[in-house]
């Protein structure tokens, strides 16, 4: 909590984050962050800042290679 000067710790993602893993935050949608897991898999999740939870999403079609990046067109 940055107006606290404070930490916690969040949930850890559901699998092993690998070389290859992005992460994104899409101005619209402020309570989330989207995660591509890497080269350990085809997972895809949703965080939820508000919650401090994780919904798998529909997965990669196969596993990211390492310099994957998740970008937002806006």
Do not use: C, E, H, Q
């Not at 070389?19 to 965080?47: C, E, H, Q």
């Amino acid at each position: 909590d940055p107006t606290l000067n404070t930490y916690f710790n969040l949930t850890p993602t559901p699998g092993t984050i690998s070389p290859g893993a992005s992460m994104v935050k899409i101005p619209t949608d402020s309570d989330s962050i989207y995660i591509l897991r890497g080269t350990n898999g085809t997972d895809f999740w949703k965080y939820s800042i508000s919650n401090n939870t994780y919904t798998t999403l529909t997965g990669a079609p196969r596993a990211p290679g390492n310099g994957s990046k998740l970008t937002y067109p806006g």
